[in-house]
Structures are given as structure tokens and as C-alpha cells.
């Protein structure tokens, strides 16, 4: 189906627009949304066109002779036509839904399926890649799928605190993460890159900075990001950022792999600086911008859960040159 | 059949009494009347009150999103903005402004002294107003999330588990269930008065189907006020359950389920929209055709299609929750009942289509909000088919379309169709005519901001924005539909400002109205302006639903038709 003029110059080229989709689940939503938006546009003209025909021609006249118009109390015929005409149309719509609904929601994985569990938290994303047993934060690497042999991802959806949403609007539609339940998705990108978008179901004070990337890489790529996520033993050496980050509230809430930090609550760190943002999004992954964090997290990210940790300014370049080390 | 001859001697009505009280004792008779006309403009003008309150709280959003990163209210006090914005414009403005025009109306129009529970209906009107004094006590009392707030700030739908107190430390969650369990007790009063009053209170000769579409149509609001409300006030009661008495019926660390939240609140919440939207229709059914000059068309049909959208409106309500992981069985007769809905909503728009029709519209400032209704009603109605394709919804829902559609619905439909109703039945209530003049610089204003922000708010739904966040990024392509958005807000604030200014003035200088200023047919413009106590010297009797009509056309009455 041809695009949209409007589409192509206003909408296509922002990086969240649902109109330009990049995965077979936006894709079939935008197919089944050009239909219904046909539909709708053909229904929209005719009634308006009357409605505005009869306000116009029937606008009482300068110069009326004040007499009523003659008084038509109705007509079955003309009820009639305008009570199937629309349940045609209904059925028709309705027909095209379910299709696409079943399509998406009751689709099979083939084998070589990528295996991801988010669990959403206030204000950022855990990503677990239990057939890699490796666990991230905020940044989903998934492999490209190539639409002749799909090697899709699989997103099964859990909330560790209140409601969330996953939302990338170019690969998939939105669904959301709720506590005791869990929620299945799955997105099969067809170009690498990197795709945004972000938490979609108000989940408190910073719902607005719970952002999302998703970078898609060849399947080489993401095996050997998989293979350097695995690898945790290589910091042999202590340095005193180590030390202040082990001996303080740090761990309490964050995980670095092969040292005594196994905090569940915030982010795993083991591989922080292999991200580009921190605070799920809120600011570039930068040395300034990560001590700024580690002093006052509400700079970036006012009402994000992490406190302040009132470190000395030398006690702060220890932290943030470690927290560099983190590759 | 009753006598013909019975109908002139209705209309002779006594001069309206104003007998010239001191100060005190007129306020005393305003606080303890049961006349359904003084707690209808109590109601009304209870409703214009929140409306500014509303307005300011949407104003001060939208001042925050005019452009990516600004920084003029923290997320918290944003927070508390959304929240308290649209709890108070369903809760104290929609519901209490439409139940004024209802209560002001409807015995008038149906021949009655006054409701059946003058009462209750006085209890009603007291409830409403005490929940939202509780309701905005909180900015004085409460505080919220993490304990950094002093006003509601979970959401007006206050999904669980946020509401639980682990999430929202501090009582201003509680504020916000006791306002409106209050607030509904106030409205199932109200409710059972409607029911009751069209069911026994319709003078002689108005059988049922001789009543006029608006009392139907508000049959049909008072009995889904009965079906709806009482979900809600049941879960607002659980929830205080929850956190105060250590139940666990949506409290997910203890075991509870936030979709059970989810399914009580919209299952008041889907058809709490066509409580409001009747009432509107109901204003739309009487205005159109008395500027158009011609009789309704269809009638049956007009009852036909109100009555099953009332039916049909409360099996819609989880087409709210596409997002939820639904199974695909679950998500179809969502999708199959919410198209099903836009069938009779489809015939009233072609109804009053059929009404302008071959008739001779006059333009004056309420049938021009009438006008731009229809046209905006139809848009809102498709991107309601839209959003009810559920893939479709995958992407849209909880977007910033999904704002524009329901403020499509209750500004450009419910909103125009007040505004509407406010020029109409005004110079019955208060004796005097609206100025036109400054109607018409209302009129144009308010549709020009209106368009102004709502239309082109569909647009940065489709590119991907959330609803509900206090910020966001440059790059996304949303900086100028945002800037054009908040631009329009200060073109419908205008229109407001306007619109309050004409409400005065007009009381007070306003051209005086006499009995039936519209050349109207139903029965409250047979009595003075403003009507006496007790409406009529005598009851009317009538032979159609359109008495003032056969009067008035002695040599072509409507029974003969009918």
C-alpha cells in the first residue's frame, strides 16, 4: 500500500514514529493501521461532506418568508441504510483485527530464539539473558533477525515493584510489565542499530526519565558482546574506589560480578561502562556525568531512588575512576 | 386522550416571586433549598468553579511541556497536576455540571414540580460538593509519593500497586478515595433521582413515548450511574481496606493483583464516559432541531440506539487494558464489543444529520456549538475505532493519542455541547439572554484553541511520546507539536475568560428573556423565566412530544403524526 505523503515528511523520520517500523510485529501493526486509517479517512470525508453540505444549504436564508420547513419525522428506509452500511463495515474491521491480533499474540518461535527477561523497576530496566546467564541494565542487545530465516527475541515481562510498559514504538507494540504476572512479547529486528523509546505506564515520580535503547547487532556482534559480558574475573587489583564502593551503601543496592557487591535493587554494574547512558537514559555515559551522578542523582534525575552518598570530593574521583574501570 | 382544550390553560403561569430578602437569609434558603433549580445552578456553578481550578492544572502542564527539558515545575509537583487535573474535571466539573443541567431541566421538560427526592437530591448535590472540598484539602493535608507530595499524584485511573502504602507514603492517596467515595454516594443519589423521576413523575399524557429524547437519553445516564458507580465506590472501599486494615486485594507484595484494580476501575470508568456523553447527546437531541426548525428525525431510532449504547457500554471497558497482556480470545470481543458501540453512536450522528436537513438552521451561539460538536463528535468516534483496532492500540495506547481522542470526546464533545446548553437554557434560568456578541468571540476563541491543541496532539502520540511524563528529549520531533499545543491552551483560556465575563454581565444587564426567547417546543419554555416555585400553576397535559409545537401549529399539531 502506497505511504502517506504526510507520513513520509513528517513522521518517518523521528526515531520513536510507529509509521516507520522495523520488526514484523510494528509492521504488521502499521500494514493493519494504513487499512483502518483508510477506512476510517473514506468515512470521515462522507459524513463530513454531508455535514457540512447541509449546514451550508440549509442555513436559513436573508429574505425567509418565516414559515417553518416541512416537519419529516423519519424514514426506515434511510435508517435502515445507515445501520448496515455500518455494521459492514464493523465486521470487516473487526475480521482484520483478529487476524493480526492472532498473528502476533499466539505466534511460534522458531529454534535459535533469543531468550530475554526484563524486569522493570522504578526507574530503569533489568535485562537477564538466562540462555547466556548474564544479566544487564537499561541497554537490550539483541541479535538482527533476517526475515527469510528469523531468529527473533522473546520478551517475557516481569515488574519487580509497580506497573510498567515496554515501548519501542519501531519494533513492537507496547506491553506491560505488572507485579505478579507475566507478560509475553517479542520483537525480530530486521536492521541493526539503535532503537529508543521508553517506559509507556505511569510508574512514579520519574516515569518520564525511564528510557529504553535497544541496539541491535549481526549475530557476530552480539556473540562477542555476550562473550565480554561473561567475563567477570579480570579485576584482580584494588584500587581505593574499590574499596569505598565495598565498604559502603553501595552494595546494598548494585552488583559487580567477582567482588563482594550483590545488590539487587539498582542496576548491575559489572559492565557499566560497556552502556552508553546511565540512569536508564537520563544522561551520556561520561566521566563528569557519572561523578555528577554518584554525588547527587536527583541532578540528572530528580526523585530517581538512588540517594546522594555524601562522599568527600577525593573519595568521589575514587568511586567514579573505578566505576571506569568497568568495562 | 386527554383534552386538547386542557393544554393553553397549562401555560398560564404566575410572575415570578422575588421577594426581597436580607442577605443572610437568602443565603441560608440557597444552603438548605430541595428546589431542583436552585441545586441545579449550585451544581453548575459548584462545576464552573473546579473548571478554572482544572484548567490551571492543565495550564501548568502544559506551560512544563512547551519545550523538551524545561524546568518549570519539578516531576513531583507534574505529577500531582496530571493527577489532580483529571480527577477533578470528571469528578467535580463533567459530572456535577451535567447533573445541574439534568436537575434543572428535566422536570421542567417532563411537566414535574420537581424531582421525585427533592431530598436526596439535595443530599446528592452536598456529597459532591463535600468530596471535592475533601479532594483539594489534601493540598493542605496530604502527602504522596516517597512522602514528597501534598496532593494526589498516582493518576486519576490510580492503577494499583502505586496506590499501595509502601508506594504512596502519606494520606494524600487517601484524600483522593475518601473525595470520591463521597463524591459517588453523592452521585447514586442523584442517579436513583433521575431514574425515579422519568419513570413517575412525567405529566399527563406523556407516556414513554411521548417524553422527549433528553429525558431517554438521561433515563439512560442515571441507570448507568447506578451500574457504574457502584464498582467503584466498592474498590475505592478495598483499597482503604488495603491500607489501612492490612487486606491484600491489590496490594501485589502481599499477594494481591493489580489487573483486579484495573477491571473495577474500568468497569465504572468505560461507561462513567457515557454517563457523561448522554447527558451531552441529550442537550445535542433538543438544541439541533429547534434551530433547524424541524422535529427529530427517527425518534424510535434515536431511543433504539440510546438504550443499546447504554447496553453495550458496559461490556467495552477492557478495551482500557489491550496493553495487559490479554489472551488473543480476550483482546478480540474487546475489540468486536468496542466497534460494536460506534454502530448506534453512528446512527445518532446521522439522525441529527437527518434533522439539518431540509430544515432552516439558524445560527445563533448555540447552535454553532452544535455544529463544530458534530463535526468534532465524528472525529473523536473514529479515532475511538482506532484505538479499538487492539494492535493498533499496542502502539497508541497510553500515548499521547490516546489523550487527544478523550479530550476530543470531553472538550469537543461534551464541553461544546455544555457550552451549547449553557446559551440555550441560560435566559431560562436566569430570565436574561447571553449577549450573542461576545458568545460568538467565545465560540471562536475556544475553537480555535481547542483545535489548536487537541488536533495537533494526535500527532506526537504517532511519533512515540507517553502521556504522563514531565519531560523529554530533544531529537524526537516532538518540540513543535508540543509549542503549537500550549499555544492553544492560551486561546481557549481566553475563551473561558470570555465566557465567565458573559455569564456576569448578562446577569446582570443581559436583554430580559421572556418565556421562550428560541421559538421552543417541550414544556419548560411554556413557564416564565426563570420558572416559579414549583414550575407550573397547573400541571400540563400533553398529546406529543412536542406540545409547545401543537400549539403553536394548531392547524398541523405533532399527535397527528405520532
Known amino acids: ?88 463495515i464493523v465486521v470487516v474491521l473487526f475480521l482484520a483485527t483478529a487476524r493480526v491480533i492472532h498473528a502476533l499474540e499466539d505466534a511460534r518461535f522458531p529454534t535459535g530464539t533469543t531468550e530475554v527477561t526484563v524486569v522493570g523497576h522504578q526507574f530503569w530496566w533489568e535485562f537477564q539473558y538466562p540462555q547466556h546467564g548474564l544479566i544487564t541494565a537499561n541497554e537490550l542487545h539483541v541479535p538482527v533477525s533476517d526475515p527469510q530465516h528469523p531468529t527473533p527475541t522473546h520478551i517475557t515481562l516481569l515488574s519487580a515493584d509497580t506497573d510498567h510498559s515496554f515501548w519501542v514504538p519501531r519494533l513492537a507494540g507496547k506491553t506491560d510489565l505488572i507485579p505478579n504476572r507475566i507478560n509475553h512479547m517479542w520483537i525480530d529486528p530486521h536492521e541493526t542499530g539503535v532503537y529508543v523509546g521508553q517506559c509507556a505506564q505511569y510508574c512514579g515520580t520519574q516515569h518520564a526519565k525511564m528510557l529504553l535503547r535497544i541496539i541491535v547487532q549481526s ?75 554518584v554525588q547527587n542523582p536527583n541532578h540528572f534525575k530528580p526523585g530517581a531512588l538512588m540517594p546522594a552518598m555524601q562522599l568527600e570530593s577525593q573519595d568521589l574521583d575514587a568511586v567514579t575512576d573505578y566505576l571506569l574501570t568497568l568495562k | 386522550m386527554a383534552d386538547a382544550e386542557s393544554i393553553p390553560k397549562s401555560l398560564v403561569v404566575l410572575p415570578v416571586r422575588d421577594a426581597v430578602l436580607p442577605f443572610f437569609d437568602r443565603v441560608h434558603g440557597w444552603i438548605t433549598t430541595v428546589d431542583h433549580k436552585r441545586l441545579g445552578i449550585m451544581y453548575i456553578s459548584y462545576a464552573l468553579m473546579f473548571l478554572i481550578i482544572g484548567g490551571i492544572e492543565a495550564s501548568i502542564m502544559r506551560l512544563q511541556l512547551i519545550r523538551p527539558h524545561n524546568d518549570f515545575v519539578s516531576p513531583q509537583v507534574f505529577n500531582r497536576m496530571f493527577t489532580m487535573h483529571g480527577t477533578t474535571m470528571i469528578f467535580f466539573v463533567a459530572m456535577p455540571v451535567l447533573f445541574g443541567f439534568i436537575n434543572y431541566v428535566l ?139 492490612g487486606g491484600h486485594f491489590f496490594d501485589t507484595r502481599a499477594g494481591g493483583s493489580a489487573i483486579v484494580w484495573m477491571h473495577f476501575f474500568w468497569v465504572f470508568g468505560h461507561p462513567e464516559v457515557y454517563i457523561l456523553i448522554m447527558p451531552a447527546f441529550a442537550f445535542i437531541t433538543e438544541i439541533v432541531p429547534v434551530f433547524s426548525r424541524k422535529v427529530i428525525f427517527g425518534y424510535p431510532i434515536m431511543v433504539a440506539a440510546s438504550i443499546s449504547i447504554g447496553f453495550i457500554s458496559m461490556s467495552v471497558w477492557a478495551h482500557h487494558m489491550f496493553t495487559v497482556g490479554m489472551t488473543s480470545y480476550g483482546n478480540a470481543f474487546f475489540v468486536a464489543s468496542t466497534m460494536a458501540i460506534a454502530v448506534p453512536t453512528g446512527i445518532k450522528i446521522f439522525n441529527w444529520l437527518g434533522t439539518m436537513w431540509g430544515g432552516k438552521i439558524v445560527f445563533k451561539v448555540p447552535m454553532l456549538f452544535c455544529v463544530a460538536f458534530l463535526f468534532q463528535f465524528l472525529t473523536a468516534g473514529l479515532t475511538g475505532v482506532m484505538l479499538a483496532v487492539a494492535p493498533f492500540n499496542w502502539q497508541l495506547g497510553g500515548s499521547y493519542f490516546v489523550v487527544a481522542h478523550f479530550h476530543y470526546v470531553i472538550v469537543g464533545g461534551i464541553l461544546f455541547s455544555l457550552f451549547a446548553a449553557f446559551y440555550y437554557w441560560f435566559p431560562k434560568m436566569s430570565g436574561r439572554m447571553l449577549s450573542e456578541k461576545l458568545g460568538r468571540l467565545h465560540f471562536w476563541l475556544f475553537l ?115
Open chain 2, 107 to 245: 422536570p421542567l421538560m417532563i411537566g414535574a414540580r420537581d424531582m421525585a427526592f427533592p431530598r436526596l437530591n439535595a443530599w446528592g448535590f452536598w456529597m459532591t460538593a463535600c468530596g471535592g472540598i475533601i479532594l483539594y484539602f489534601s493540598f493542605l493535608a496530604g502527602s504522596g509519593l516517597y512522602g514528597a507530595g501534598s496532593a494526589p499524584d498516582v493518576g486519576w485511573f490510580a492503577y494499583a500497586p502505586l496506590t499501595a502504602p509502601v508506594f504512596s507514603v502519606g494520606h494524600s492517596t487517601d484524600y483522593w478515595i475518601v473525595g470520591l467515595l463521597i463524591s459517588g454516594f453523592g452521585s447514586i443519589a442523584t442517579g436513583i433521582n433521575f431514574v425515579t423521576t422519568i419513570f413517575c413523575m412525567r405529566c399527563p399524557g406523556m407516556t414513554l413515548g411521548k417524553m422527549p429524547l433528553f429525558a431517554w437519553l438521561n433515563l439512560v445516564t442515571g441507570s448507568l450511574v447506578l451500574l457504574a458507580l457502584g464498582p467503584l465506590t466498592a474498590a475505592q472501599i478495598m483499597l482503604l481496606i488495603d491500607r489501612y486494615l
Open chain 2, 448 to 562: 480555535i484553541g481547542f483545535h489548536m491543541t487537541f488536533d495537533f496532539m494526535h500527532i506526537p502520540g504517532i511519533l512515540g511520546m507517553p502521556r504522563r511524563i514531565y519531560t523529554y528529549e530533544p531529537g524526537r520531533g516532538w518540540d513543535t507539536w508540543n509549542l503549537i499545543i500550549t499555544i492553544g491552551v492560551a486561546f481557549q483560556a481566553a475563551g473561558i475568560l470570555v465566557f465567565i465575563y458573559n455569564l456576569f454581565s448578562s446577569y446582570l444587564r443581559g436583554e430580559p428573556a421572556g418565556n421562550d426567547p428560541w421559538d421552543a417546543w417541550t414544556l419548560e419554555w411554556s413557564t416564565s423565566s426563570p420558572p416559579p416555585d414549583y414550575n407550573f400553576a397547573k400541571i400540563p397535559v400533553v398529546l406529543s412530544r412536542r406540545p409547545l409545537w401543537d400549539i403553536k401549529h394548531p392547524e398541523d399539531p405533532d399527535w397527528k403524526y405520532e
Open chain 1, 219 to 293: 549475530h557476530a556482534d552480539f556473540d562477542r558482546w555476550v562473550a565480554e559480558q561473561r567475563q567477570t574475573s579480570q579485576r584482580g587489583y584494588v584500587t581505593r574506589g574499590r574499596q569505598i564502593f565495598e565498604t559502603t551503601a553501595c552494595i546494598n543496592c548494585h552488583t559487580i560480578a567477582g567482588t563482594n557487591a550483590h545488590g539487587t535493587f539498582g542496576p548491575d554494574l559489572t559492565h557499566l561502562m560497556s552502556r552508553e547512558t546511565i540512569g536508564s537514559g537520563a544522561a551520556l555515559n561520561t566521566a563528569e556525568n557519572l561523578r555528577q551522578w
Open chain 1, 1 to 88: 500500500m502506497a505511504r502517506l505523503a504526510f507520513g513520509q515528511t513528517l513522521v518517518e523520520s523521528t526515531p520513536t514514529s510507529i509509521f516507520s517500523p522495523a520488526s514484523t510485529p510494528a509492521d504488521s501493526i502499521y500494514r493493519l493501521s494504513l487499512f483502518v486509517l483508510v477506512i476510517c479517512a473514506g468515512i470521515f470525508t462522507t459524513v463530513f461532506t454531508l455535514l457540512l453540505y447541509s449546514v451550508v444549504k440549509y442555513r436559513r436564508r436573508e429574505g425567509d418568508d418565516g414559515r417553518e420547513p416541512p416537519q419529516i419525522y423519519g424514514s426506515n428506509q434511510v435508517e435502515l441504510a445507515w445501520t448496515v452500511i455500518p455494521v459492514l
